[in-house]
């Protein structure tokens, strides 16, 4: 006489789940194809909106030219955005830095026009 292995039906697994304090089990997590890592870094970006929107240090950057001049767009370059509204520059030497002070105002005004950048409220020169 052979034995058969009986099957056990779902309510005596949550019981003997429930005995030995483990937890109920949950198939859910299988009932969907897994995705790809890609997949849900696309769908996570999107969410997000990573990646859509220029941040002010990209605004900035991109217009350089236009904010400063091209002759001396070449000599200086914005380094950081405090969280403060203070712009910290790079400027190539000692007269770059006396003429960036001279038009800072003018600097401070065209920044603060510029898209997402209207916190800008003064320009340390480095």
Do not use: H, Y
């Not at 099957?7 to 897994?34: C, G, H, R, W, Y």
Request: proline share 6%; aromatic share 8%.
């Amino acid at each position: 006489m052979g034995f058969r292995k009986k099957k056990i039906k779902a309510p005596q697994i949550d019981l003997v789940a429930e005995f030995m304090k483990l937890p109920a089990s949950d198939n859910t997590m299988f009932l969907s194809p897994p995705s790809s890592i890609s997949d849900v870094i696309e769908k996570i970006w999107d969410e997000w909106s990573i990646g859509t929107k220029n941040s002010p240090e990209q605004v900035i950057s991109q217009e350089w030219n236009k904010v400063v001049g091209t002759k001396l767009s070449s000599r200086c370059a914005p380094e950081k955005l405090s969280s403060n509204g203070t712009l910290f520059l790079r400027a190539a030497n000692g007269p770059v830095k006396q003429e960036l002070s001279f038009i800072k105002k003018k600097i401070i005004s065209r920044i603060s026009r510029l898209d997402g950048c209207a916190f800008v409220r003064d320009i340390k020169i480095t």
